[in-house]
Structure formats: structure tokens, C-alpha cells
């Protein structure tokens, strides 16, 4: 299992979105190579590239934090008084373990922003990321500078939802004034 985890973290995401090109593109003909539209379809093996490599980092943590939870002397307490185990999982583990999945899903939506551009070109999918590479091989400094600066803001703002999210996931944190 250990190993599988280091596996798909090893991997880049250009090299997964390469070998299901590969595999669903030419051998299999599923999908159209030559990419550029925005149907449905289109959007699958992108969707699945991005997944893979970030599926990882999520069963990894979330597989962490809920074995330090369960070790906690709640779950303890709560299993001596005789509580179902789905009921301790479910009402008590994972929403104390969120707070770190929460932390992770931000980083992730944040790197999803800017990260993104070798999987649309691979895909030739239209889109920002395909833009600010061609904004920076054709040295059009204004487009990168904004593409740079709206990264920026729509990070911030993921990192100030997710700091805002705490406070209603664990009440035992304040919010500050």
C-alpha cells in the first residue's frame, strides 16, 4: 500500500496525462488526440490526470489523520461505553480529522491554478494555463504579469476561505477580531 502512495507521487502529472493520452488516444481511440474541444467528453482524461496525481497526497494524509484521531483517548473512552464504531468514525473521527484534509484541499485548489498549464497543453485544452505559456513564448510581459497577479488574488482568497472554513469545522477555534 506504502508503496503505491510513493508510486503516484513519484509520478508528474504531464507523464500520467502522457501515458493516458497514449493509452485512450492512439491504441485505444477513445478520445480524439488531437484535443481542442470542450465537450464533455474532452474533459475526462484532463480530469483523470490531475485526480491521479493528487489522489495520492489525499489518501495519504486522510489515511494519517485518521489513525492519529483514533488513537485519541476519546475514541478510547468512547469505545469503553460501548458506542457503535461507525457512530465514533462518523460523528466524532472525521470531522475532527478534517482540519488537516481542509488544509491540503486548499494547497491543492491553489497548485490546480497555476499547475494546470502542462496538462492543457498536452491535452491542447484551452484554457489560462495554455494562454500564460503562450503569453511568456511570444514575451507578452503585461499577459504573464496579470495571469501572475490573478494566480495570486484567487490563492489568497482560497487561503482566506480555508482559514474562515476552521471556525465552523472546529468550534474550539476562535475567530479573531
Not at 109 to 134: D, Q
Request: charged share 15%; hydrophobic share 50%; aromatic share 10%.
Amino acid at each position: 500500500m506504502e508503496f503505491s502512495f510513493s508510486f503516484k507521487l513519484s509520478i508528474p502529472s504531464f507523464w500520467i496525462g502522457l501515458i493516458l493520452l497514449s493509452i485512450f488516444g492512439v491504441q485505444l481511440r477513445w478520445i480524439n488526440v488531437a484535443g481542442g474541444t470542450t465537450d464533455f467528453k474532452a474533459m475526462i482524461l484532463p480530469s483523470v490526470t490531475l485526480a491521479l496525481s493528487m489522489s495520492a497526497k489525499y489518501t495519504r494524509q486522510v489515511r494519517n489523520a485518521v489513525l492519529e484521531e483514533l488513537r485519541q483517548d476519546y475514541v478510547i473512552g468512547a469505545r469503553m461505553r460501548g458506542i457503535k464504531e461507525s457512530v465514533i468514525l462518523w460523528r466524532h473521527v472525521l470531522p475532527n480529522a478534517m482540519l488537516p484534509i481542509v488544509t491540503l484541499l486548499g494547497l491543492s485548489l491553489g497548485s490546480l491554478l497555476g499547475g494546470t498549464a502542462v496538462v492543457e497543453i498536452i491535452y491542447n485544452w484551452p484554457g489560462m494555463g495554455s494562454m500564460a505559456i503562450k503569453a511568456i513564448a511570444c514575451r507578452d510581459y503585461p499577459m504573464v504579469q496579470a495571469y501572475v497577479l490573478m494566480i495570486a488574488i484567487m490563492y489568497m482568497v482560497i487561503n482566506i476561505i480555508v482559514d474562515l472554513s476552521y471556525t465552523y469545522l472546529d468550534p474550539r477555534i476562535k475567530e479573531v477580531k
